[in-house]
């Protein structure tokens, strides 16, 4: 994420969470996880212990996510304060389950903040996903770009008194075909 958007993007969510003394936030494509601790800055600045901001981090690609850890590591946030995965977040939501029982576990992650910039116009496989719930009041994403699919898995994560922020391509407005509906 360019440092100039990550810092509008932080400062934005850190005016909308300031009176709240603990605080979850999220990345579903984290990257090196930059946002994440861009948006951690901003948001400590209002709290009287920073320790209280839990970050979670999901990222697509094994590298990357070791990044993503290492980064929030080495600027102070303490290792029980972030829970990161190492998956796919389109095919992978994250649910909170017992591996012994998944469907009697499971618990959506709600949080504060999401805060994503997610890869542009990317593939996806939207076969079967109708009544995954992160889809199903809005419709799915065309095959053809994942842009609105992201759009509407960071939303579905969010509290109700929550905030979002999301990196999408300017041509997301200009759509025509299946997109454009």
Request: aromatic share 10%.
């Amino acid at each position: 994420t360019p440092h100039e958007v990550s810092l509008l993007m932080s400062e934005i969510v850190a005016d909308h969470l300031k009176h709240k003394e603990e605080i979850k936030i999220y990345d579903p494509t984290s990257g090196s996880g930059s946002l994440l601790i861009n948006i951690g800055h901003s948001i400590s600045k209002h709290m009287a212990n920073k320790n209280n901001i839990k970050y979670y981090a999901q990222e697509l690609k094994e590298n990357t996510y070791n990044l993503t850890r290492m980064n929030l590591v080495m600027r102070g946030i303490l290792p029980d304060n972030i829970v990161a995965r190492n998956a796919d977040t389109l095919e992978n939501d994250w649910p909170y389950f017992d591996e012994s029982d998944p469907q009697g576990t499971y618990d959506p992650l709600y949080v504060d903040a999401v805060v994503s910039n997610p890869p542009y116009s990317q593939k996806w496989e939207s076969d079967h996903k109708e009544s995954d719930p992160r889809y199903a009041e809005f419709g799915l994403a065309p095959k053809s770009k994942a842009d609105y699919a992201f759009l509407l898995h960071d939303l579905f994560h969010v509290k109700p008194d929550g905030i979002m922020t999301i990196v999408l391509p300017h041509g997301v407005l200009f759509r025509g075909g299946e997109e454009g509906e």
